[in-house]
């Protein structure tokens, strides 16, 4: 187990009323009573909260005024002892006071230390200390209560629940293998193994199913905005924004980059991309913008796809439609306050299936049908974090995946009639990988490469 102690500033960089110095590990209480001007914090009792000041060794001088919290192990977020300084906001007290509490023997916490402390000492597992990383970074509040959930242990149940059907079905192999006498014994381990594998497979199968709409609640759906330049693109990304961050002119081709906001549209969080007009253009800056609106196109999980009620249908338009042909996307007919030059027969011709929604974005008009139609698009209405168990980490998504697979692997094995011992390799495999993504099975180097994607101090 780890024996030294960490610090670090677990507050943002900033200006704020307070910030917080962090403490972790054996010498926690004795570093900050060597400094601290006050109650004998060796003596306090635990969880209990203390005004004092830090005074600085070399000094001798008052260097901060504040407040120490002191926890001690096992009831602490590490499973050690804690202690948390309160301190002023700003940058100066706080560095002031880390480099106070550095100077008695604590050691820089690397990013992600302490929550790794906590797995380590088995307060969480691998999957909800994931949860506290996608807590910190969730950009709209479903995303956050997926990951409040997967913090909660929802998910590690579930896996857990999983392997043990599945550790009970190899042992029941086993014994069929140290005892071949009893036939009944060898009749029932096949039954049970494929009773077992299609349950458990079952199970993997819905999870993966749900990790899609997961994905996306963590990550934002990845949406395009496209269309021909002077169209309204950029128009429509503010208004789905409420914000002016793209800008607007009457001149085609004003937007040459890429523009990426967060919205969250009916609760739809969209990961929203203004692009590039794309045309057949001359002008090298803009042709780098249009290249790379090609790029983002392959990339997206949704496209709205602008067209100009005031213009014929071009030549490029009816490009755009091919280009986007089997993707998921919405046809916006923008510009209807203006007289009508667009082939509207051929537009609901081309866009088959796919939704249409008519706009004057100047007038504010078919913004609400717009957005019920973005949200029917994936969700057939609202999404309920309520009940599912949403898988939405990438690298569980993967482990699923060969889960899966493994687990059609014996199953076939088993209407081959191949032997149980070798079927057993599957199941044991399946057990093994779904035991990484709760950390049971995972490697050292994986577990650091995990922890250090971490904020400092948390
Ligand atoms: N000041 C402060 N606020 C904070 C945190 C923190 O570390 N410090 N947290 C940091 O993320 C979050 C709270 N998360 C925590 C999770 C578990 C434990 C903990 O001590 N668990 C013990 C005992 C719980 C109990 O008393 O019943 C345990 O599970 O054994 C503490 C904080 C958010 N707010
Ligand atoms: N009349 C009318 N004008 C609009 C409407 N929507 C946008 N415009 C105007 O059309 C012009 C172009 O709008 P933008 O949003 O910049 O168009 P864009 O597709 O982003 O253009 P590029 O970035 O050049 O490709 C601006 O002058 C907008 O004010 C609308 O519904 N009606
Ligand atoms: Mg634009």
Redesign the pocket.
């Known amino acids: 187990m780890e024996t030294d102690t960490i610090t670090a500033i677990?507050t943002p960089i900033g200006e704020g009323a307070i910030a917080?110095v962090?403490l972790s590990g054996p010498k926690a209480i004795s570093i900050t009573a060597n400094v601290f001007k006050g109650k004998n914090l060796g003596d306090v009792a635990s969880?209990t909260i203390h005004y004092g000041k830090i005074i600085d060794p070399e000094t001798k001088e008052v260097a901060e005024e504040v407040m120490v919290?002191v926890?001690r192990a096992?009831?602490?977020?590490t499973?050690e002892d804690?202690v948390?300084i309160n301190c002023h906001g700003g940058m100066v007290a706080v560095n002031r006071v880390l480099e106070i509490i550095l100077s008695q023997g604590a050691r820089l916490a690397e990013p992600g230390e302490?929550?790794k402390r906590?797995f380590l000492h088995g307060?969480i597992d691998l999957s909800q200390a994931e949860a506290?990383m996608d807590l910190i970074r969730a950009k709209t509040d479903k995303a956050m209560s997926v990951a409040l959930k997967q913090m909660d242990g929802r998910l590690s149940a579930l896996i857990r629940r999983l392997r043990q059907d599945l550790l009970e079905t190899v042992a029941h192999v086993e014994v069929n293998i140290d005892y071949p006498e009893y036939d009944d014994v060898e009749e029932m381990s096949h039954d049970m193994m494929r009773t077992k594998s299609k349950e458990v497979y079952k199970e993997v199968v819905e999870l993966l199913q749900v990790a899609k709409q997961g994905k996306i609640l963590r990550e934002g759906l990845a949406t395009a905005i496209i269309g021909r330049p002077n169209v309204g693109k950029s128009s429509l990304m503010n208004t789905l924004v409420q914000e002016n961050k793209a800008i607007v002119t009457e001149v085609p081709g004003t937007t040459r980059d890429i523009i990426e906001e967060y919205v969250s549209v009916r609760g739809v969080p969209l990961r929203l991309v203004d692009t590039a007009g794309i045309r057949e253009t001359e002008d090298i800056v803009e042709k780098i913008g249009v290249e790379r609106s090609r790029q983002v196109l392959k990339e997206s999980d949704l496209i709205l796809f602008v067209l100009n009620y005031n213009d014929v249908l071009s030549e490029e338009d009816e490009k755009l439609f091919k280009a986007i042909e089997g993707l998921d996307y919405i046809v916006i007919i923008n510009k209807t306050d203006l007289e009508q030059k667009l082939d509207l027969d051929r537009v609901y011709e081309l866009a088959a299936e796919k939704p249409i929604v008519i706009t004057s974005l100047v007038k504010e008009e078919g913004v609400n049908e717009l957005e019920e139609a973005i949200a029917k698009t994936f969700f057939a209405g609202d999404i309920d974090t309520g009940d599912l168990t949403y898988v939405s980490n990438v690298r569980h998504i993967q482990l699923l995946k060969q889960a899966k697979q493994a687990l059609e692997d014996a199953m076939e094995g088993l209407e081959l009639g191949l032997p149980l011992d070798v079927v057993q390799i599957d199941v044991t495999r399946t057990w093994e990988l779904l035991g990484e993504i709760i950390g049971d099975t995972a490697s050292d180097s994986l577990i650091d490469q995990l922890f250090s994607q971490f904020c400092l101090g948390?």
């Not at 096992?74 to 977020?77: A, E, G, L, M, V």
């Open positions: 677990s917080i962090r969880h919290s926890m096992p009831k602490t977020f499973r804690v948390e302490f929550t906590a307060r506290v948390k």
